[in-house]
């Protein structure tokens, strides 16, 4: 590695991990939330501490997922520090997002992919992973199935590109593809996002590799077993997307984020990609580089049509939790805006068009900032309270105590909230009042 890489790198990675550590220690708080309180304390880690937690428990539903990465590293973290500590949970969440940006420079400068304006794609790297717009991601430990799911859908379409016809590889590449189907319920999408990279390798080559066709086969079943198990929520029916006018109008909100909610910053956003890729292909011109780029692309783009069709009932707003989702595609867009700027370098009457993306993104992502604060300081304060009414409950035994509006305690039934605490196993392990900080 040159020096230049070296420190491009690691002054990209501190960057990212200051910003989130400055979030993490400012406004998450020890005490569990949400989902925390059954998948994690209730269901997970009382039966580890009591010596009844079954193998198979590992992967059993959560609501539409099944989080098996999130509950290893949750009973690591515990038998680690001995404490259910939602603060200690965040800040390993830093080191396991961090790893996301790692993992893709690394394999760019390992390509000698980085060079010119393609450096610009540090612009789209650096708010994806430094800005607070998944706050609850950032802030709740319990999220870290969105980094995870990253994380196993990089290192398959990176073996798929760097080894397409290895037999270890393939099979490497279909394990990381069912540990995404168990690490979140869109992880199905994981497989078929490989699969189209090795269709890309083949309309590239202009051959049909029997090998890979036949993996990919099986990638799509890999999809189709993980869609037949997924749990079908009744509850969440009342969220889908009741017609293609409605999928097509949470697309809008979707493909315009972070900017405005309007089909042509969708377009500016995702362009790059849609005509980069085509063009390249036809000239038989695409990289390594450009083929995780592409497949991160694709992967983003299905997580986005599967949101807006299980999500997209009068879709106002995209989650905060949802919007990691949309940023290997976001970064891979930002990659090809780089590419056609640097190959029309010498034509500046057309290589403006590039930049336009990176001045859309940036004002998406400057004009938005307040918007996302302020939603930090609600959750902060919401905490505050939740974390307040819990240490007086535990004072007290006052049920009365926990009768409060909606986030205002740290879990949606008060009742079943009492009896958790009431638990001595749980009780044993929440932390101090004065822990974590």
């Keep these: ?51 009844r937690l079954q193998l198979r428990e590992l992967w059993q539903p959560h609501n539409e997922h099944r989080i098996f990465p999130t509950r290893l590293l949750s009973l690591l973290i515990f038998n680690i520090t001995g404490v259910w500590n ?124 029997w090998k890979q066709a036949g993996l990919a086969i099986v990638l799509v079943g890999f999809s189709a077993a993980g869609y037949a198990i997924m749990p079908q929520i009744e509850a969440n029916q009342i969220y889908r997307a009741r017609s293609v006018s409605e999928i097509f109008e949470a697309l809008r909100f979707i493909l315009a984020w972070p900017g405005r909610e309007n089909w042509l910053t969708a377009l500016v956003l995702w362009s790059p990609a849609l005509g980069m890729v085509p063009w390249l292909l036809r000239k038989r011109a695409l990289t390594r580089a450009d083929l995780l780029m592409a497949g991160c692309v694709m992967w983003s783009l299905a997580q986005a049509l599967a949101i807006a069709y299980g999500r997209g009932q009068s879709m106002g707003s995209v989650s905060s939790r949802y919007t990691e989702l949309f940023t290997p595609g976001l970064i891979g867009n930002a990659w090809f805006a780089a590419r056609f700027m640097d ?85 044993n392990i929440l932390p101090p009042a004065d822990h974590g900080r």
Aim: charged share 15%.
């Design 1 to 51: 590695m040159h020096t230049k890489n070296i420190l491009a790198l690691l002054a990209t990675l501190l960057l990212i991990v200051a910003a989130r550590l400055y979030f993490v220690e400012t406004f998450a708080i020890p005490l569990p939330y949400w989902d925390q309180w059954d998948a994690e304390g209730d269901f997970l880690l009382r039966p580890w501490i009591e010596g």
């Design 343 to 427: 190959i029309t370098i010498k034509n500046w009457r057309i290589t403006w068009l590039g930049a336009v993306f990176f001045v859309v993104f940036v004002i998406g992502h400057v004009t938005r900032l307040d918007h996302d604060m302020k939603n930090v300081y609600e959750s902060y304060n919401n905490s505050l309270k939740q974390e307040s009414n819990v240490r007086k409950y535990l004072e007290t035994g006052d049920p009365s105590v926990l009768v409060q509006p909606q986030f205002e305690i740290p879990y949606p039934d008060s009742i079943r909230l009492r009896s958790l605490l009431d638990n001595p196993t749980l009780r």
């Design 86 to 209: 939602n603060l200690i949970e965040a800040r390993v969440n830093i080191l396991v997002a961090a790893c996301i940006p790692l993992i893709i420079l690394l394999f760019l400068i390992r390509q000698k992919a980085l060079s010119g304006p393609r450096w610009l794609i540090l612009i789209a790297i650096v708010a994806q992973f430094s800005l607070p717009f998944a706050y609850e991601n950032l802030l709740v430990g319990f999220q870290s199935q969105f980094y995870f799911l990253i994380i196993f859908m990089l290192f398959a379409i990176m073996l798929a590109i760097l080894y397409p016809d290895r037999v270890p590889a393939m099979a490497g590449v279909a394990v990381l593809s069912w540990l995404s189907v168990l690490t979140m319920a869109s992880g199905i999408l994981t497989p078929l996002a490989v699969a189209g990279v090795y269709a890309l390798q083949c309309i590239q080559k202009r051959e049909i590799n």
